[in-house]
């Protein structure tokens, strides 16, 4: 049920027009974020998961039995959905691979129906997770070696969107995660600061962090106390063995940071790293400089703009023993059943059929066929390593600001298609 209610009209219709073959759809970003030409590809697995768990339980067809759209729909239908279990082929990128818009990432080759009743999920997930991953490598880039810590928990609609973020966040090339979920399943640090509430709760910052010294001397990563800077640092101070990095939180960060430093080193806190935060994002990073920041969390700007603009469009489909690429309006922008190939300084579009014939390698590779997953998810870690060298691997015109479109050619077959 967690799709568009349109798409189970579309699926009903197709069932009832006897519409039972198989075709091919691509998901694929129609444009990048602005400032660089490129994608980074994430939430592939994860949707892929999600899709082999979808069912429809007795209540969920009641429901739809009561709506007016489903007043005629036959017994069949709903025999159909009690049965329902994915039973095609998704292929996808690797996570972490960088790609131009309009290429596809994600092919699913399955019965119309279940290609249809998959859609809404594959776009809940894909869009999202790339659409962090690429904000977290632009951060990533623009940080010049710093530490950077994913800090969107509290931004994340779910429980399930908040290990989704902090997964691509590191795919993105972030360290750490505040989510102590996220941390557990994918095997990374975790990481946060002693708040203000806690200081409040106290009465005051001495009794706090005399507290912390007594129970758990070994945590040591506060907040910047609110107020003037010396008269924090004085406070901090008092504890200086026990504080080893503090928060600031500033929207003039550069300028905060090279106040604190000497304050601290002054304070005998030389050993005191400073997490740099306060609405960051690619570009607040770049703007730091030399600025005396260890470590830098980046929270609401990881999610705010929203996914990636992306289209799942029908590419193939079989009538009968014959497949039909789908070149009317509506369809995917490429036609027919596709393979894309990485080559030395472009992406090759190309048909499946022409791929073992031209040179390059395959970025599609199987994560379900026949409704069986294949391939489990690589380690964090593997699609962070991605990630990275592809982004050392960029030419210049390629970086952010370098002003150069991604190549993405397409093959004779296809322009053969197209016409």
Known sequence: MQTDFYLLVVAAVYHADGLWGHATFDLYPRAALKGAPWVVAAGMHEAARSVLDM??????????????????????????????????????????????????????????????????????????????????ARCTLAAG?????????????????????????????????????????????????????????????????????????????????????????????????????????????????????????????????????????PEAISRLGDAPIDLLAVGKNLVRGGPIPTSYRIAEQWRGPDAVPSLKPGSARYPGTKQVLRRADHDLVCLLDEADHLDGEPLLQPLILNGELVSEAPSVQEGRDRCAAQLAGLPPELLPGGGGEWDLRVSEGIGRLMG
């Open 55 to 136: 069912r429809f339980d007795e209540r969920s067809i009641a429901w739809l039995k009561e709506q007016q759209a489903f007043s005629r729909a036959s017994e069949g239908w709903w025999e159909s959905l009690r049965h329902f279990a994915f039973s095609g082929d998704i292929h996808a990128v690797a996570e972490g691979t960088l790609v131009g818009p309009h290429t596809p990432i994600l092919r699913v080759t399955a019965p119309l129906q279940h290609a249809t009743l998959i859609q809404t999920r594959l776009l809940q997930m894909v869009p999202a997770a790339t659409a962090v991953a690429t904000r977290a």
């Open 145 to 281: 070696g710093r530490r950077l810590y994913e800090f969107a928990s509290r931004r994340s609609a779910s429980g399930e969107g908040a290990v989704l973020t902090a997964r691509a966040a590191i795919v993105g090339g972030f360290y750490a995660s505040s989510n102590a979920a996220a941390a557990a399943q994918l095997g990374v640090p975790v990481m946060g600061t002693l708040s203000s509430d806690f200081f409040t709760a106290y009465g005051d910052i001495a009794p706090a962090l005399e507290a912390f010294s007594v129970h758990f001397p070994d945590v040591g990563f506060v907040n910047l106390p609110p107020g003037r800077v010396d008269q924090a640092v004085a406070q901090l101070a008092q504890h200086r063995e026990l504080v080893r990095m503090v928060r600031l939180d500033h929207p003039q960060l550069a300028r905060a940071a090279r106040a604190l430093r000497p304050m601290l080193d002054k304070a005998g806190m030389s050993h005191t790293r400073i997490l740099g935060s306060g609405s960051l994002g």
